[in-house]
C-alpha cells in the first residue's frame, strides 16, 4: 500500500546522526495551534523494561523486536477500547490494518537499503486546554539512517460510542 513513504537522509545526503533526527523530522511534522504545545518522545517497550528501541512495523503497528508486543500506531494504539478517540488523516493516508492471520500485511515498510527494523519517534500535538490534538509517528532505520515520516500530523477525533 502506498500511503506517501518518502525516505530521506541527513544534511547533503549523509546517514543521519541519531534517533534524534527522527525526533525531529517528527516535531516538524507536528502542527500546533496557538497557545498549543509539542510533546516529542522515542518509543520504548515497557515490557522489555522500557530498554528496547527497535521496532519492525507492519500495518500501522509496531512491534517490539525483544517481545515481539506491538506498539499500536493507527487507530489509537494495541486496544483500541482503552483509548476514547481514533485518528483521522490530515496530510498522508493512514497505515491501513492488516489483512488478518494468514494473509500479508498491507503494508510492510522497508528503508531504501531493504531494513525493517526501525527505531521509532512519535510527537503528540496537544492543544492550549491540553487535549491531544494530533500525532506524527517517523521511523528511523539504525542500519542506514535512512528516515520517512510514517503517520504525517494525523488529527486524533473521538471515538463513536
Known amino acids: 500500500m502506498d500511503h506517501g513513504t518518502a525516505w ?4 547533503a545526503g549523509e546517514p543521519c546522526a541519531g534517533p534524534g533526527d527522527a525526533l525531529l523530522l517528527v516535531r516538524r511534522a ?3 495551534e496557538p497557545g498549543g504545545r509539542v510533546e516529542a518522545l522515542l518509543a520504548r517497550c515497557v515490557p522489555c523494561g522500557g530498554e528496547e528501541r527497535e521496532f ?3 500495518a500501522g503497528e ?5 517481545c515481539c508486543i506491538p506498539l499500536g500506531i493507527a ?10 478517540w481514533r485518528l483521522e488523516p490530515t496530510a498522508a493516508p493512514l497505515p491501513t490494518a492488516s489483512p488478518g492471520p494468514g494473509h500479508a500485511p ?3 515498510p522497508q ?8 527505531q521509532v519517534a512519535v510527537a503528540l500535538a496537544f492543544t492550549a486546554e491540553g487535549t491531544l490534538r494530533s500525532i506524527s509517528v517517523g521511523l528511523r532505520c539504525p542500519e542506514d539512517g ?6 504525517d500530523n494525523a488529527r486524533v477525533v473521538p471515538r463513536a460510542a
Open 146 to 151: 535512512a528516515l520517512c515520516l510514517y503517520v
Open 62 to 66: 509496531c512491534f517490539c523486536v525483544g
Open 30 to 32: 507536528a502542527r500546533t
Open 75 to 84: 487507530d489509537g494504539g494495541v486496544h483500541p477500547s482503552a483509548y476514547p
Open 106 to 108: 498491507a503494508d510492510l
Open 8 to 11: 530521506m537522509y541527513g544534511t
Open 56 to 58: 519492525e512495523v507492519a
Open 111 to 118: 528503508c531504501p537499503a531493504g531494513h525493517d527494523v526501525f
